[in-house]
């Protein structure tokens, strides 16, 4: 692992999204839990760290929360086998796919792409780089309050597909470049924030590791 990965939030070229990987997060939205992963992007803009806000576009009142996995990659990468998936891994990170939920369903019903529901400014809050020694990928509890009430709670081994399947799933057909970031999929209990609103979430690793965020929704 190489030092500018500590840096991953300013060289980040591709944000790739992973969509319904927790059974009980696709039922709660009424969607199907798919049998292979489904994959969309943010653009590195989306990115924005603490001590910044979430803005909420103007013509939009509300977005939904969603805490996720980040997955940092080390090596440039292409048809990783998922024996040598861990070893592309550079680190982790925290972070939320914020999401107008009205958009993407107006796009769903039209069959358009989710971009502008998923992608705007701020859209990929993000938390900082987390080693990789901290993190056993089996057992991360993520969770995510707004105001202080608890929405989120889950754990990565609810996840239907893998980190290592996700990457070697992607790899197939997206070269993975160093600092790129993998959002994993949201538990369940995905809910609104409006303007005024505080969203902290926090991630718990291996031996008593912790993290938090807080951001303000604006
Ligand atoms: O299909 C939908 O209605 C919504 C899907 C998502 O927003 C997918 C995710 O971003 C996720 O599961 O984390
Ligand atoms: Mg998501």
Not at 55 to 67: F, G, M, N, Y
Not at 100 to 122: V, Y
Request: one cysteine or more; proline letters at 5%.
């Amino acid at each position: 692992m190489t030092d500018t990965l500590k840096d991953f939030r300013s060289i980040c070229r591709k944000i790739i999204c992973i969509g319904r990987n927790y059974s009980e997060h696709a039922k709660e939205l009424g969607n199907v839990v798919p049998t292979q992963p489904i994959i969309f992007m943010k653009p590195s803009t989306a990115l924005v760290i603490e001590p910044n806000d979430i803005k909420i576009p103007s013509e939009w009142d509300e977005l939904h929360h969603e805490v996720e996995l980040g997955v940092i990659i080390d090596k440039t990468c292409q048809n990783v086998s998922k024996e040598e998936a861990e070893e592309n891994i550079g680190g982790y990170c925290l972070a939320l796919d914020m999401t107008s939920r009205k958009i993407q369903d107006d796009l769903k019903k039209q069959g358009h792409p989710w971009l502008l529901s998923k992608g705007f400014d701020t859209s990929c809050p993000c938390g900082d780089f987390i080693e990789k020694n901290q993190i056993d990928l089996s057992s991360v509890n993520l969770w995510l309050n707004v105001n202080e009430n608890i929405k989120q709670n889950g754990h990565t081994c609810d996840m239907i597909f893998s980190v290592p399947d996700l990457i070697v799933f992607i790899s197939k057909y997206i070269t993975l470049e160093h600092g790129d970031l993998i959002l994993t999929g949201t538990p369940s209990g995905v809910g609104p924030v409006k303007r005024g609103d505080q969203i902290t979430a926090g991630i718990n690793g291996k031996d008593d590791f912790k993290y938090t965020m807080k951001f303000n929704v604006v």
